[in-house]
């Protein structure tokens, strides 16, 4: 109590003893005492008015000093009995009850405590500190308009009352009224600057809010005055991840495993920076950590999987298998990403994504407006991925090719761009670009519904940086997944899935929680204006060898397994003087490959690795290769369609799930369907025929060459209008009040 609140009591005690009231004289400074053990005056005011009162107020003093301690020591059973002991000893003590109600809410036992402030009340109404934890008691119990008003009434009583407007700002917290709570934490920092679990909590909201930079400036305060503030630490570091920060979050999960270096969590948090930031090695060590502190974690393991296939480590590789579909008890459920590259199984893909699609229960769901056919058609993209990527890389085309006259197109834009100007390059093909990284889930929700988008189309289903709670949360009437993740999204927030008869063949629809939109050709969109840049005509500057077959696999190494990989090597062994070129995607997996190679008997050198390009120089590099070899249960996407433009055969096995399934869409789209293998030994049969048949190598490039500029894969304006017909037959659906149901078009 501060000091003027003091004097207050002090005051009051005199009053009623010249008034010739003694006894509550008594009762207000014994209620003071067993507040405040060592005030003195409290005391000496109690001995000259009772010396009996006085000896025992000092028993009280000795006892409430006893009780402090076993509050301070978490001791809550044994705090509870000696408050009820004392106050059988002395019933006029209100205050008792206060540090009654107290041990009763460290027990959790919000009854009780209830029970006891409303006992400390009764004879001191306009006690701040009681009418808060009331309030606190009231809250614990779901009555959460009755814990407000014990919250304004603490702090009408007492303004300055720090721990009532803390414990007002969580209650608002709670209820999502995040502007009222940011103002009550400020108001409990105004009276006590030094509230740490103000400056945390506050930090808390504003990094839920997406205002990542205060959320680092609070959480630096708190760990100002609490440097071991472990929650704290991480909480800056996922802020600074968010705003881009690599190194500094690094080194902030690093002091957090230095103080909690028993828990696993910490661990993990460091392995997914130190991932994001390239030290895959340090990542790996951070995983085995958590792994040997959590052993029964599934999600752990599976984590650490999937950074091995990243390392290509296979040394594990099996054990994925055995890992469960559902969570099991102490592990989150494993993503359905992560699972893709060790399982070709699109029921299990499903019920993975099935789990992850239930946790993203938005804030609300609000009814949409009704259906008001208007001159055009409303769209929005969101993506992470609106800078130089893969999937704008595909998506640029047909955002340039769409009908304005018919569609209005919006992006909105869920990550950072990298300043190479692939942004700007669509601005001019789009209605309008909203950038909503910083956003929150409803503010963003609201930012969609403002624009009466007709159809949302989700551009990254389950991969990373992904947003389904803005989908669960409904920003149009047709919401569609496409493009960017290869399967389900595993909730009914999605209505459909863009897909092809090869990608998703009749009767596989029930591994879809969406209905299907079934396009000719191929589902994958591509950019017919793509630029091929230069090349050396010298292969050798590349690090290839003047002469030799070049077989070629520019597919990001995590997708390689060692079954196909054993295939390349036989590939290798048979046809003399050819070489395997791959992309340089990581130290670790280049080292691992080679000695997989040596382990098949082949001379590691022959393993070539390419460095990153500009993709314009990455297509025209094509060039110097002869055949591409697609990967199995994760296939070439992008990667594939980049060689068929550049003029480079791929050749495929389609397995079950979409993933799977890509590289034979693509080549069915561009008609080269002899290059589709049905088995393991068809794949290796025939790059082996091409690989040792000039002849009909040359001539499937002339086809190729032909079919690129004919067929349906890389006729832009023509898979526009097809897109085109799916989003109105989905829209029409809507408008007439039916449900979604399968589409095709032909």
Not at 98 to 115: F, N, Q, R, T
């Amino acid at each position: 109590m501060p000091s003027s609140g003091l004097e207050i009591l002090f005051s009051k005690a005199r009053q009623a003893e010249r008034r010739g009231d003694p006894q509550e004289a008594r009762r207000l400074l014994a209620d003071l005492l067993s507040r405040y053990p060592q005030n003195r005056r409290a005391a000496e005011g109690l001995s000259r008015l009772d010396p009996a009162a006085g000896s025992d107020m000092s028993a009280l003093q000795a006892e409430v000093g006893a009780i402090g301690t076993l509050h301070a020591q978490g001791d809550y059973a044994k705090m509870a009995r000696r408050a009820e002991a004392l106050i059988a000893r002395f019933p006029q003590v209100s205050a008792l009850h206060g540090l009654s109600g107290a041990a009763y809410l460290g027990l959790d036992d919000a009854i009780l405590a209830e029970k006891a402030f409303r006992k400390a009340l009764a004879d001191n109404p306009r006690d701040a500190a009681n009418q808060s934890n009331l309030g606190i008691a009231l809250r614990r119990q779901g009555r959460l308009a009755d814990a407000e008003r014990c919250y304004a009434a603490a702090i009408a009583i007492q303004p300055d009352h720090a721990e009532a407007h803390y414990n007002l700002a969580n209650l608002l917290g709670l209820q999502d009224r995040y502007d009222e709570a940011i103002a009550s934490y400020r108001a409990a920092l105004a009276f006590k600057p030094d509230y740490v679990d103000a400056l945390y909590n506050l930090g808390n909201i504003h990094r839920e809010r997406k205002a990542f930079a205060e959320a680092v400036d609070l959480y630096a305060r708190t760990l100002a005055i609490r440097p071991d503030h472990y929650d704290a630490l991480n909480n800056l570091g996922y802020a600074r991840l968010e705003l881009g920060d690599r190194d500094a979050a690094i080194a902030v999960f690093r002091q957090a495993t230095a103080i909690e270096s028993d828990t696993a969590k910490a661990h993990v948090n460091l392995a997914n920076a130190l991932t994001l930031g390239g030290a895959l090695d340090e990542a790996h060590v951070a995983f085995d950590r958590a792994i040997q502190l959590a052993p029964d974690d599934t999600h752990l393991r599976a984590q650490l999987l999937y950074l091995e296939a990243h390392l290509c480590d296979w040394s594990g590789r099996d054990s994925f298998a055995a890992l469960p579909v559902h969570a099991v008890r102490g592990s989150d459920p494993i993503p359905p990403f992560i699972a893709l590259p060790f399982e070709d199984d699109p029921a299990r893909q499903l019920a993975r994504s099935r789990i992850v699609a239930h946790a993203a229960q938005p804030g609300r769901v609000l009814p949409l407006p009704r259906p008001e056919p208007g001159e055009k058609i409303r769209i929005g993209y969101f993506s992470a991925d609106f800078h130089d990527h893969a999937t704008l890389h595909l998506l640029s085309g047909l955002l340039r090719a769409h009908d304005r006259d018919r569609f209005a197109i919006h992006a909105f834009s869920l990550g950072a761009d990298d300043g190479e100007g692939a942004r700007d390059a669509i601005r001019p093909h789009l209605d309008a670009f909203h950038d909503i990284r910083f956003l929150t889930d409803d503010q963003a929700i609201d930012l969609a519904r403002r624009h009466a988008l007709d159809i949302a189309i989700d551009l990254k289903g389950h991969t990373r940086d992904a947003r389904p709670a803005l989908f669960a949360g409904r920003m149009a009437p047709v919401q569609i997944g496409y493009l960017g993740y290869p399967g389900s999204i595993g909730g009914d927030f999605l209505d459909y899935i863009i897909a092809d008869p090869v990608v998703i063949p009749s009767g596989q629809e029930v591994y879809y929680s969406e209905q299907v939109i079934r396009l000719p050709g191929s589902y994958q969109p591509n950019d017919d204006r793509r630029v091929i840049g230069q090349c050396a005509e010298d292969r050798t500057s590349l690090g290839l060898p003047a002469e030799g077959f070049v077989f070629c696999s520019f597919n990001q190494n995590w997708k390689i397994s060692p079954r196909e990989f054993s295939i390349w090597m036989r590939l290798l062994a048979r046809v003399e003087g050819s070489v395997l070129w791959l992309i340089r995607s990581n130290p670790w997996a280049e080292t691992n490959l080679r000695r997989e190679a040596q382990a098949r008997g082949i001379d590691p050198a022959r393993l070539v690795f390419a460095e990153k390009r500009s993709h314009a120089d990455h297509l025209a590099r094509h060039r110097h290769a002869d055949l591409f070899l697609d990967s199995f249960i994760v296939n070439a996407h992008t990667t594939a369609s980049d060689a068929l433009w550049a003029g480079l055969p791929v050749l495929t096995m389609p397995g079950r799930q979409f993933a799977a399934r890509v590289g034979a869409s693509l080549l069915t789209a561009i008609d080269l369907p002899d290059l589709i293998a049905g088995s393991e030994a068809d794949y290796e049969a025939k790059a082996l025929e091409l690989a040792q048949s000039p002849g009909k190598l040359a001539a499937l490039k002339s086809r190729l060459a032909v079919n690129r500029q004919s067929s349906a894969l890389f006729d832009t304006a023509t898979y526009a209008r097809h897109i085109e017909a799916a989003y109105v037959a989905a829209h029409q659906r809507r408008l007439d009040g039916l449900e979604p149901a399968a589409i095709w078009i032909d």
